[in-house]
Nanobody, 128 residues
Framework: QGRLVESGGGAVQAGDSLRLSCEPS????????IAWFRQAPGKKREAIAS?????????YGDSADKARFTIFEDNDGSTVHLHMNNLKPEDTAMYYC????????????????????WGQGTQVVVSP
């Protein structure tokens, strides 16, 4: 059974940077799409960005801050990262990575219902 493991979260101060990582394992085939989402307490889960693996396209969620958030993959495509600059208290949330499964690519519209596989999440807390 495939799984995703997120890491890199933590407690930081406003203005700091963090790099989150998503490492997949156990899937029956090569993954084509990995996305990052986040959910703050009492709020809906929101899309941040998706990456078509193997040097493919990137799409951002409607409310994502493209100037501060960057999604990228390792050269071998084994791990996908989310680099976040100039963090703000409103970025405090649980951050999740997700995939649509082996060989299934990304869609330009980032909808959580399109992603059947999710990690457990990594918590980010940003203090003023």
């Amino acid at each position: 059974q495939g799984r995703l493991v997120e890491s890199g979260g933590g407690a930081v101060q406003a203005g700091d940077s963090l790099r989150l990582s998503c490492e997949p394992s156990g899937f029956s085939g090569r993954l084509s799409c990995i996305a990052w989402f986040r959910q703050a307490p009492g709020k809906k889960r929101e899309a941040i960005a998706s990456k078509y693996l193997g040097g493919g396209s990137i799409d951002y969620g409607d409310s994502a801050d493209k100037a501060r958030f960057t999604i990228f993959e390792d050269n071998d495509g084994s791990t996908v990262h989310l680099h976040m600059n100039n963090l703000k208290p409103e970025d405090t949330a649980m951050y999740y990575c997700a995939t649509r499964g082996p060989y299934i690519g990304c869609r330009t519209s980032l909808e959580s219902v399109d992603f059947p596989y999710w990690g457990q999440g990594t918590q980010v807390v940003v203090s003023p």
